[in-house]
T-cell receptor, first 113, second 110 residues
Framework: DVKVTQSSRYLVKRTGEKVFLECVQD?????MFWYRQDPGLGLRLIYF???????EKGDIPEGYSVSREKKERFSLILESASTNQTSMYLC????????????FGSGTRLTVV | QKEVEQNSGPLSVPEGAIASLNCTYS??????FFWYRQYSGKSPELIMS????GDKEDGRFTAQLNKASQYVSLLIRDSQPSDSATYLC??????????FGKGTRLSVIA
C-alpha cells in the first residue's frame, strides 16, 4: 500500500509567518496534489505536480507556492500566513495513469492566529 | 468547468437498510469514477472505483455507473452505524486532476 505521510497533524502559526507543510510518499508515484478542505466547500485543489521540478496551479493557488525537488516529496508553502488560510490541508498521490484514484495523507489541521 | 454534484444530506437510514448515494457529473468524456469515505476529522479513503457501465460489487458496497445519464451511485447494503461518514464522489476525465463532489453525509441510525 502507498503510504503518504504529512509531517504534522496539527499546527498553529501566527499571521504573517511563512509556513511549510511537507508531504512524503514511499511508492514512487509520479503525481502529487495539495488540497484544502473547509466545511461546505469540499476539497479544493491548490497545486499539483506530475513530475519532479514540475508544478501546476489548481483552483485556488493564491497565497501558496509549492516545491518538488525530489519525486517523493511535495511541499506546500504559505508565503505569509493569514487567518483565512486556517483549514485542513490534505496531500494526495497517484500513479501516472490515475486510474486507481488517489491516496491521501492523514492531513494537517492548520490554525492561523 | 467540470462539475460533480452530490446531495449534501444528511441522508439518514436505519441500521440494516440500504443506503443509496448519488452523483452526477458534467463532463461526458469522463472515464474513471471513484467513491471515497471520509470519517469526521480524518482523510478520505478510497472504497470503490468503476470504469464501465453497469454494476460493480465489493462486499456490502455496489457502485453503479450510467455514462449515458452521466450518473454514478453507491449502494451500501445492510448499513451499519460504522458506515456513518461523508461519502465523496470523484471523476477523472483524462490528464487532469480528479474532480471531487462536495460529499454526502450519511447517518446510520441504530
Amino acid at each position: 500500500d502507498v503510504k503518504v505521510t504529512q509531517s504534522s497533524r496539527y499546527l498553529v502559526k501566527r499571521t504573517g509567518e511563512k509556513v511549510f507543510l511537507e508531504c512524503v510518499q514511499d511508492m514512487d508515484h509520479e503525481n502529487m496534489f495539495w488540497y484544502r478542505q473547509d466545511p461546505g466547500l469540499g476539497l479544493r485543489l491548490i497545486y499539483f505536480s506530475y513530475d519532479v521540478k514540475m508544478k501546476e496551479k489548481g483552483d485556488i493557488p493564491e497565497g501558496y507556492s509549492v516545491s518538488r525537488e525530489k519525486k517523493e516529496r511535495f511541499s506546500l508553502i504559505l508565503e505569509s500566513a493569514s487567518t483565512n488560510q486556517t483549514s485542513m490541508y490534505l496531500c494526495a498521490t497517484s500513479s501516472s495513469a490515475e486510474i486507481y484514484g488517489y491516496t491521501f495523507g492523514s492531513g494537517t489541521r492548520l490554525t492561523v492566529v | 468547468q467540470k462539475e460533480v454534484e452530490q446531495n449534501s444530506g444528511p441522508l439518514s437510514v436505519p441500521e440494516g437498510a440500504i443506503a443509496s448515494l448519488n452523483c452526477t457529473y458534467s463532463d461526458r468524456g469522463s472515464q474513471s469514477f471513484f467513491w471515497y469515505r471520509q470519517y469526521s476529522g480524518k482523510s478520505p479513503e478510497l472504497i470503490m472505483s468503476i470504469y464501465s457501465n453497469g454494476d460493480k460489487e465489493d462486499g456490502r458496497f455496489t457502485a453503479q455507473l450510467n455514462k449515458a445519464s452521466q450518473y454514478v451511485s453507491l449502494l451500501i447494503r445492510d448499513s451499519q452505524p460504522s458506515d456513518s461518514a461523508t461519502y465523496l464522489c470523484a471523476v477523472n476525465s483524462g490528464n487532469t486532476p480528479l474532480v471531487f463532489g462536495k460529499g454526502t453525509r450519511l447517518s446510520v441510525i441504530a
